[in-house]
């Protein structure tokens, strides 16, 4: 009970905190965020008709068919998610903010990068707590459920694309004889935000799980067991194997560390001779063991 308090603690305050970036750095840059939020964005610009609502108008509806067709506990934190935002952004556009706007007039680079970077870290502590920014991300739960073969790679690619291509027309600006002047300025606004919100929202999502695997072919099996679990503080699986060519008997030990440990290891196993050792990254792990007290 506790546990799920805080989820939606860390779910209203990461909703308020997409909020203030909408308002403070994405609005006055003229370019679309990603998914159909830069939908929502691009109908405020051309329309005057407030994010807020519109991101109601089209999560709400999204958000009842999740909890029917997806996940229930998804479906509702999402569903709370996408309330706390769109109000949010609703207060705030009363309140008179301008002084606390970045509207760049010529380096718009700088107001994108923050923007995509605060939007990876609720992107990435949202989907910690099995919650969604909406839009998007509710489609691409529905999808991976009822098809879990399909790259929903492709289908998010190909949203981003049209609403990036959509801003090249949106934000065309009327020149003095009335003629219509286009700029491919927002459209790579719109990819750069893309690039860095799904970068850093990854980083936040697995990149504190990062380790590294080291499958260890050797005749010192007992020695380096013994290491990796007094010094190392690591526990270790063994495999007994044969040699392909000398159909000689060796023990394979496979122990994966933490980024920290990694020199540690590469020392550890400079000691013995007999032995070699393939290292590879680990994007996320899961699970836990504890060691047994004697």
Same mark, same amino acid.
């Given at each position: 009970?506790?546990?799920?308090?805080?989820?939606?603690?860390?779910?209203?305050?990461?909703? &308020?905190?997409?909020?203030? $970036?909408?308002?403070?750095?994405? %609005?006055?840059?003229?370019?679309?965020?990603?998914?159909? $939020?830069?939908?929502?964005?691009?109908?405020? #610009?051309?329309?005057?008709?407030?994010?807020?609502?519109?991101?109601?108008?089209?999560?709400?509806?999204?958000?009842?068919?999740?909890?029917?067709?997806?996940?229930?506990?998804?479906?509702?934190?999402?569903?709370?998610?996408?309330?706390?935002?769109?109000?949010?952004?609703?207060?705030?556009?009363?309140?008179?903010?301008? @002084?606390?706007? #970045?509207?760049?007039?010529?380096?718009?680079?700088?107001?994108?990068?923050?923007?995509?970077?605060?939007?990876?870290?609720?992107?990435?502590?949202?989907?910690?707590?099995?919650?969604?920014?909406?839009?998007?991300? =509710?489609?691409?739960?529905?999808?991976?459920?009822? !098809?879990?073969?399909?790259?929903?790679?492709? &289908?998010?690619?190909?949203?981003?694309?049209?609403?990036?291509?959509?801003?090249?027309?949106?934000?065309?600006?009327?020149?003095? /004889?009335?003629?219509?002047?286009? /700029?491919?300025?927002? &459209? %790579?606004?719109? %990819?750069?935000?893309?690039? =860095?919100?799904?970068?850093?929202?990854?980083?936040?999502?697995?990149? #504190?799980?990062?380790? #590294?695997?080291?499958?260890?072919?050797?005749?010192?099996?007992?020695?380096?067991?013994?290491? =990796? &679990?007094?010094?190392? @503080?690591?526990?270790?699986?063994?495999?007994?194997?044969?040699?392909?060519?000398?159909?000689?008997?060796?023990?394979?030990?496979?122990?994966?560390?933490?980024?920290?440990?990694?020199?540690?290891?590469?020392?550890?196993?400079? !000691?013995?001779?007999?032995?070699?050792?393939?290292?590879?990254?680990?994007?996320?792990?899961?699970?836990?063991?504890?060691?047994?007290?004697?």
């Amino acid at each position: 009970m506790r546990k799920q308090f805080f989820a939606y603690v860390r779910i209203i305050l990461l909703a &308020v905190l997409l909020a203030f $970036n909408y308002e403070l750095f994405i %609005v006055d840059n003229h370019f679309a965020p990603a998914g159909l $939020n830069g939908v929502a964005t691009m109908v405020q #610009y051309k329309c005057g008709f407030s994010i807020g609502y519109m991101a109601l108008i089209i999560n709400v509806p999204l958000c009842v068919l999740a909890f029917f067709l997806v996940d229930k506990d998804f479906a509702v934190k999402s569903l709370v998610f996408c309330v706390v935002y769109s109000f949010s952004f609703l207060f705030l556009q009363s309140l008179d903010l301008e @002084r606390f706007h #970045y509207a760049a007039e010529v380096d718009t680079i700088f107001p994108v990068m923050i923007a995509g970077l605060l939007s990876g870290v609720v992107y990435g502590l949202g989907f910690r707590v099995n919650s969604s920014t909406g839009g998007t991300d =509710i489609i691409a739960k529905f999808i991976s459920k009822k !098809k879990p073969t399909l790259n929903f790679f492709w &289908v998010s690619f190909t949203l981003n694309a049209i609403v990036a291509a959509a801003s090249f027309f949106v934000y065309a600006k009327t020149g003095e /004889n009335g003629e219509l002047i286009y /700029n491919y300025k927002p &459209v %790579v606004l719109c %990819v750069l935000y893309c690039f =860095i919100s799904s970068y850093s929202g990854n980083l936040i999502l697995k990149g #504190y799980q990062s380790a #590294y695997k080291f499958l260890i072919i050797t005749t010192h099996a007992e020695e380096i067991e013994n290491e =990796i &679990v007094k010094k190392l @503080r690591h526990g270790a699986t063994r495999i007994h194997g044969q040699g392909a060519y000398s159909h000689k008997d060796k023990e394979v030990i496979v122990c994966v560390v933490n980024k920290h440990q990694l020199m540690d290891f590469e020392t550890l196993l400079k !000691k013995y001779d007999d032995t070699f050792a393939m290292v590879e990254p680990v994007s996320s792990t899961v699970g836990n063991f504890k060691f047994i007290k004697k």
